[in-house]
């Protein structure tokens, strides 16, 4: 199995956050994170922005990462079970590339319950998994730090933080991953879902 590193955990930063089922949200020190609870695997996954407001020209900070809430080691099979299956049709073609997560960036302020209706949803900026023959995440206890089980020895295939990360000044405005265009004032939706059907949305401000 090919595997490439899966870069940008949070690790511990994590084992203070509670979880019931749907998703929340709390803001923190100019910056916003919510979370979609999956107590049937007990994982949490996370999306981060910061800052939550920038000026024209700025930068905004993405993380989405998958945390175990479970205080024992806990194997989640791999699985294609994407909320919004669109999103998962390219690479990021630069590191980090290889996550069980994906995400887009949009115009507009969407959240999970209609996400979907977003005009710009086919054309977001798109990054998954180009890994093969991964089989099994084992997280370490309350972590999101896991070791990849794959279908070739030897195994496990690499043992790492389960996140992805991305600096945005622009994003995709067109019927495709490009071309790119610099943010205007209003407001921009990141979605990031993970293989297991989880999905969560951040939004963040541009004055």
């Given amino acids: 199995m090919v595997a490439v590193l899966v870069v940008g955990g949070l690790g511990s930063a994590y084992s203070s956050y ?14 916003t994170t919510y979370t979609a609870s999956n107590p049937n695997l ?18 905004v900070n993405y993380t989405a990462t998958v945390y175990n809430t479970r205080p024992t080691v806990n194997n989640i099979s791999s699985a294609t079970n994407w909320a919004i299956p669109r999103l998962i049709s390219t690479n990021c073609g630069t590191s980090p590339t ?5 995400y887009a960036i949009m115009q ?3 959240e999970p319950g209609n996400i979907s209706e977003a005009p710009s949803i086919n054309y977001g900026m798109m990054c998954t998994t180009v890994m093969g023959g991964a089989e099994v ?11 990849v089980v794959g ?12 996140s992805t990360w991305r600096s945005f000044s622009q994003y995709p405005s067109g ?5 790119w265009t610099n943010f205007t004032t209003g407001v921009y939706t990141v979605v990031a879902e993970d ?7 951040a939004s963040f401000t541009v004055t």
């Fill in 18 to 31: 509670q979880h019931s089922g749907s998703a929340c949200c709390t803001t923190v020190v100019n910056s």
């Fill in 42 to 59: 007990g994982i949490l996954l996370i999306i981060s922005l910061n800052p939550s407001t920038i000026h024209v020209g700025g930068t």
């Fill in 98 to 102: 290889d996550s069980p997560i994906a």
């Fill in 108 to 110: 507009g302020h969407y």
């Fill in 137 to 147: 995440y084992s997280f370490q206890p309350s972590s999101d730090t896991a070791s």
């Fill in 151 to 162: 279908s070739r020895s030897p195994n496990p295939c690499f043992t790492k933080p389960v």
């Fill in 175 to 179: 019927g495709g991953p490009e071309p």
């Fill in 195 to 201: 293989e297991w059907g989880d999905l969560a949305t």
